[in-house]
Structure formats: structure tokens, C-alpha cells
């Protein structure tokens, strides 16, 4: 009997994962745990293995599917056994079109041509009779986010179904179009007035018998991206990457965030000289030559939050809920994008205990291998771009957390003696972003003077 192979959960909060690409194609034969396909959350990658050794008899969803966790995406099992009983009723429509006997490149051009007679007007925002089952969920998603109606667009899929790639091919001889233009539901004429062809609001004629914008259902609750036009020969080489995974997490949250709260930095800095002696201290000790600055600066924080639960807080909208315990998030750079993980409870942690865990972590993320509830639960956030140069800057909060603080370069800095002179003392720059919704000006200054004197009287 056939094997399922199913889209593995990692962790409790993902809900899907995306097939980033296939090690393997129907007919290999392969080996118990041997990898047959790579995807990855919106946090971490990894490798999907082979439940058992067999042949390859079925791949259900091809690169760049975004399917839900358990469901089958390929089987295993002895040549010449039927597993069309495990195919998911979503898979068939969107994987290649061997089973049709067409060529990809032949299906899209009889596509292009049947769209060609379809009349602008189709591409309005409204949406489609979806719920009749003659269309696939990833071709409804994609048409009610470019605006078309589906129901007018010619499926290729089983039985006349309408799949992805028909909404793709019917958007291939429309130009871009300016939100403006799409606020009208008008006919939209394939070339435009705009540079490049776009589709301006002035091309179009609204028709007389067309509904008002405030009556067009809302097909997203985020603002429009801005449609620009280019030109690859006046601008040179171009490079389109889909955003997606890391990237589109980060870009979604950091503009959530901007929106949601009311963000303020305070800049300062604080004394190193404490900092940098223990460093170089601890480069000569066989036992913690492995801590860094950044893990000095991590368990400093970890300490000096205990005593301004403001601070370590999340905000709700409505109520402010302080943590007793500092569950300690980093920001880390990684080839997909920046990731934090969290370290739990940090104010319990030693020095060397939180060093072992940012390491651990840190080592994931990069990995791509970090369990997705790593990444979840900080009260608190650290970002260090010191290492880069940077004097100062304005770290985004990462809500509903209250606060951020990033960690700047150390610089000499001139200060005042007693005796009226000045010497040259290396001072680390600290960036704090807290959400004013929560908490004040005052606290926030205190927590950073309390910052300041941990650092300068730091003993370990």
C-alpha cells in the first residue's frame, strides 16, 4: 500500500508552508529519510524526508505551493499502484499538465488566445460565483487580489475548472493599472496613456449602468501598493524577486507596527569601558572565551528589565499586560532576513546561559532549521547593529511587545572630569523605541539611566 507523505507541522502556529523546490521527480526511487523536497514557513526552512523507501509515484503540488500542514503532497509505494485515492482535490488542477498530455508552454498560449477575446470590462473589483467549485483556491485568491472576474476567464483545469495559471494568462495583455483606475470599475483599455502603457484614471469611461465604488465589496484591508511602469532598457538590468516567506512576514509586521502604535526613540549612551574589560578578559579564559558583547549586553538587559515591567509589557490596544519574567527577543541576520528568536527566561539565566542559548538560536535561524515557536513570545527586544558602524538609528517596534532597544557602535566620547578637563571615554550608543500608548517619556528615560549605570558597573 501506498505511503502518504504529508506537509509536516512545525510548530503550533504555522498553519501552512511553502514548497520551496522538489530533490526528486515520480518514478525515483528513494530511501527511508532521504530528503524530497525543501519548504519553508514564514520563519524557518527545512527538509521534508521520505517516510519510507520506495518509488515515487505521485508529487501532488509543485514548487511554490503554499499547502496547509498534514495534507498528502506526495506518495511512496511499490511501482505501478494507483494513489490517485490520495491526491487532495486542490492539487490536481495546479500541478503540471502531464496528465493532459499538454506542454505548460501549449496550455498558456491556447489560454492566451481564448483570453483575448474576453472583454476588458471583465477586469473589475468584484467578486466572482467562486463557491460553484469550478475554480481552484489559489486562482480565486489571485483574482480577487489582481481584481478580475473569474467567472468570465476560460478554465484549463478538470472539467473546465478554472486554475492559477488561466487568472495569470488572462492578466498577461492587461497593462499596469493605477489604483485610481481600478477605484472606477470601468473598462480598462489594454494600453494607456501613462509611460509605459499604464492604464491612467483619465483612459477610462465609466458606463453609466456601472455600481458606485462604495458599493464594491473590500478586497483588502491593506493600502495598495503604488502600480509603477519601467523600462528595462532605460533602466538596465532588472531583477523581480516575489516577495515572500522572511521578507514578506517582516514587511507586513514593521508596517502593521508603524501603523498601530505610537512609536518614540531616545537616543543616548552609555559608558563601555566595564564592557569592553571584560571582554578582553574573557578572550584569555579557556572557559568563556566564547561570550561576546552582544551576550554582555543581552544579559544586562535581561537584568535591568526586571525592575520596569512597563517596559517589559505587551500592548493591547486596551489593556497593558506586564510580564514578571523577561523573555529576551534578538534580532538576527540571516541570508532569508532577519529573524528573533527568543531567549526564555533570561532574567534567570547566567551569563554563560544566555551566551549558550544565543548562540543556539542564532546558529538556527541562520540554519533555517529554528522551531517556529522560538521565534514567538519575546516580551522585550534587542537589536545590534553596532557591528555595522552604526552611531545611532531608530529600531522598529515588534509588537505587541512595548519596547526595542537597539545597540549602536562604540565611539570615544569627550566628558568632563572633576577637575574641570576632559578625557576621551568609549561610549556604546543605545537606541530605545517604546510605544507611547503604553508607557511615558519618564519611565522610558529611567529605564535607559538604568541601563547606563548597569553597564558602567558591570562585574561578572
Given at each position: 500500500m501506498a505511503t502518504e507523505v504529508l506537509m509536516p507541522r512545525q510548530g503550533q502556529s504555522v498553519e501552512s508552508c511553502i514548497i520551496i523546490g522538489w530533490s526528486v521527480k515520480e518514478g525515483d526511487t528513494v530511501a527511508e529519510g532521504q530528503a524530497l523536497c525543501e519548504v519553508e514557513t514564514d520563519k524557518a526552512t527545512f527538509e521534508v524526508p521520505a517516510p519510507s523507501a520506495g518509488t515515487v509515484l505521485g508529487i501532488f503540488y509543485p514548487a511554490d505551493s503554499d499547502v496547509e500542514v498534514l495534507k498528502v503532497i506526495a506518495a511512496i509505494g511499490e511501482p505501478g499502484e494507483d494513489v490517485s485515492t490520495l491526491r487532495p482535490q486542490d492539487a490536481g488542477a495546479e500541478i503540471s499538465n502531464t496528465e493532459q498530455g499538454t506542454s505548460n508552454v501549449e496550455v498558456k498560449r491556447e489560454v492566451a488566445e481564448k483570453t483575448s477575446s474576453v472583454p476588458c470590462s471583465t477586469f473589475n473589483i468584484q467578486h466572482s460565483g467562486s463557491a460553484t467549485g469550478f475554480s481552484s483556491p489559489r486562482a480565486r485568491r489571485l483574482a480577487d487580489k489582481k481584481g478580475v472576474n473569474i467567472a468570465v476567464i476560460p478554465g484549463t483545469g478538470p472539467e473546465g475548472r478554472v486554475i492559477e495559471r488561466d487568472v495569470k494568462a488572462a492578466l498577461a495583455g492587461q497593462a499596469p493599472v493605477s489604483p485610481a483606475a481600478l477605484a472606477k470599475f470601468a473598462a480598462l483599455p489594454k494600453v494607456g496613456s501613462g509611460i509605459g502603457g499604464r492604464v491612467l484614471a483619465a483612459d477610462i469611461q465609466v458606463p453609466s449602468a456601472a455600481p458606485a465604488p462604495a458599493a464594491a465589496p473590500v478586497v483588502s484591508a491593506a493600502p495598495a501598493a503604488p502600480s509603477v511602469s519601467y523600462s528595462e532598457e532605460t533602466m538596465g538590468a532588472l531583477k523581480e524577486?516575489?516577495?515572500?516567506?522572511?521578507?514578506?512576514?517582516?514587511?507586513?509586521?514593521?508596517?502593521?507596527?508603524?501603523?498601530?502604535?505610537?512609536?518614540?526613540?531616545?537616543?543616548?549612551?552609555?559608558?563601555?569601558?566595564?564592557?569592553?574589560?571584560?571582554?578582553?578578559?574573557?578572550?584569555?579564559?579557556?572557559?568563556?572565551?566564547?561570550?561576546?558583547?552582544?551576550?554582555?549586553?543581552?544579559?544586562?538587559?535581561?537584568?535591568?528589565?526586571?525592575?520596569?515591567?512597563?517596559?517589559?509589557?505587551?500592548?493591547?490596544?486596551?489593556?497593558?499586560?506586564?510580564?514578571?519574567?523577561?523573555?529576551?527577543?534578538?534580532?538576527?541576520?540571516?541570508?532569508?532576513?532577519?529573524?528573533?528568536?527568543?531567549?526564555?527566561?533570561?532574567?534567570?539565566?547566567?551569563?554563560?546561559?544566555?551566551?549558550?542559548?544565543?548562540?543556539?538560536?542564532?546558529?538556527?535561524?541562520?540554519?533555517?532549521?529554528?522551531?517556529?515557536?522560538?521565534?514567538?513570545?519575546?516580551?522585550?527586544?534587542?537589536?545590534?547593529?553596532?557591528?555595522?558602524?552604526?552611531?545611532?538609528?531608530?529600531?522598529?517596534?515588534?509588537?505587541?511587545?512595548?519596547?526595542?532597544?537597539?545597540?549602536?557602535?562604540?565611539?570615544?566620547?569627550?566628558?568632563?572630569?572633576?577637575?574641570?578637563?576632559?578625557?576621551?571615554?568609549?561610549?556604546?550608543?543605545?537606541?530605545?523605541?517604546?510605544?507611547?500608548?503604553?508607557?511615558?517619556?519618564?519611565?522610558?528615560?529611567?529605564?535607559?539611566?538604568?541601563?547606563?549605570?548597569?553597564?558602567?558597573?558591570?562585574?561578572?
Open positions: 524577486t516575489v516577495v515572500k516567506g522572511v521578507r514578506k512576514v517582516v514587511a507586513g509586521r514593521m508596517l502593521s507596527s508603524m501603523q498601530t502604535t505610537a512609536q518614540l526613540t531616545m537616543h543616548t549612551s552609555a559608558d563601555a569601558r566595564a564592557v569592553l574589560a571584560s571582554r578582553a578578559a574573557f578572550k584569555k579564559s579557556e572557559d568563556k572565551a566564547g561570550i561576546t558583547i552582544n551576550d554582555l549586553v543581552l544579559y544586562a538587559v535581561a537584568q535591568t528589565l526586571v525592575d520596569f515591567p512597563e517596559l517589559n509589557a505587551y500592548w493591547l490596544g486596551d489593556k497593558l499586560v506586564q510580564f514578571e519574567n523577561v523573555h529576551l527577543g534578538f534580532a538576527v541576520d540571516t541570508p532569508r532576513g532577519q529573524m528573533v528568536p527568543v531567549i526564555r527566561f533570561a532574567n534567570k539565566l547566567s551569563l554563560e546561559g544566555i551566551s549558550v542559548e544565543a548562540k543556539r538560536l542564532g546558529s538556527a535561524c541562520i540554519k533555517g532549521t529554528v522551531d517556529p515557536d522560538a521565534l514567538k513570545g519575546g516580551t522585550f527586544t534587542v537589536t545590534n547593529l553596532g557591528a555595522a558602524g552604526i552611531e545611532m538609528f531608530t529600531p522598529v517596534l515588534n509588537a505587541p511587545e512595548v519596547g526595542i532597544l537597539g545597540i549602536c557602535n562604540v565611539q570615544p566620547k569627550p566628558v568632563m572630569k572633576k577637575d574641570g578637563g576632559v578625557e576621551f571615554i568609549p561610549h556604546m550608543g543605545l537606541s530605545l523605541t517604546f510605544n507611547h500608548c503604553a508607557t511615558d517619556g519618564a519611565p522610558a528615560g529611567r529605564f535607559l539611566a538604568a541601563i547606563r549605570e548597569t553597564f558602567a558597573t558591570l562585574k561578572f
